[in-house]
């Protein structure tokens, strides 16, 4: 079905790499009229020129920048339908017994607070939709917000802490009547630039690309177009009735004890 979010004005945060950037053509491709933002400039310009989308350099984590963001979305499109909080990182980020305070809080700052600022900024547009017609808030959290990596604990916190804040947030937009819903998606290990550069980086990459593979019980790794195919049914009329969801889409890999 093509056309699934024609006329709906979409927002994407961390969009210039990624699932991110996927997002912002599929989005796109289905008919949503996208502004995303990200760090890289230069990314951003050819991403929002081949999307046909609105580029807004900003770092999640910029309080004050958030502001800027709003005003483009209201002077290109005038309302927003969807949002898509997806900007995170790991950088830095260590084992309880290592981790610096520094990192701790540059992380929970980005992967935390930026995806409570995006909330925010999401429900004060909203609300504002001249047709009162509500909206769809996604947050892209992670497997790792169900089972932790002993190596990233900054990284499983936030990750973790994602998923009670979409289900607060849920609760709270469905008790007030705003029509507006928020949910999280959890994604195993997908086939991202990331993963394929830490697999060809690796001393052994055909062995690396085999342990990643063999998280996921069906045995291979996820695709970005399918974490894309599962955020258009979110942010599409289909899934009135979703709100405080948890979506797993990882293979089976948080289904059951591995090797048992």
Known sequence: MANRLQGKVALITGGTNGIGRAAVYGLSEEGAKVVFTGNNAAAGAEIAEQAGAVFVQHAVQDVEGWATVKQAILDHHGRLDITFSNAGTNAGDSDIESVEVDAWKNLV?????????????????????????????????????????????????????????????????????????????????IETPLIQGAISGAPD????????????????????????????????????????????????????????
């Not at 504002?128 to 990284?155: E, F, M, R």
């Not at 916190?157 to 994602?162: I, P, R």
């Not at 177009?225 to 990882?250: C, H, N, P, Q, R």
């Open 109 to 189: 700052d980005i992967n935390l607070t930026g995806m409570m600022l995006a909330i925010k900024a999401s429900i004060e547009l909203m609300k504002k939709n001249p047709d009162q017609s509500g909206g769809s808030i996604i947050l892209n959290s992670s497997i790792n917000g169900i089972l932790a990596l002993a190596g990233d604990v900054t990284y499983s916190t936030t990750k973790g802490a994602l998923r009670l804040l979409a289900k607060s947030t849920a609760v709270h937009l469905a008790k007030t009547q705003t029509g507006i819903r928020c949910n999280s998606i959890h994604p195993g290990v």
């Open 205 to 260: 990459p055909a062995a690396a690309r085999q342990m990643l593979e063999g998280i996921a019980p069906v045995g291979r790794l996820g695709s970005m177009e399918e974490i894309v195919s599962l955020l258009i049914y979110l942010a599409s009329d289909d899934s009135k009735f979703v709100t405080g969801s948890e979506i797993v889409i990882d293979g089976g890999s948080t289904a059951g004890l591995p090797g048992v």
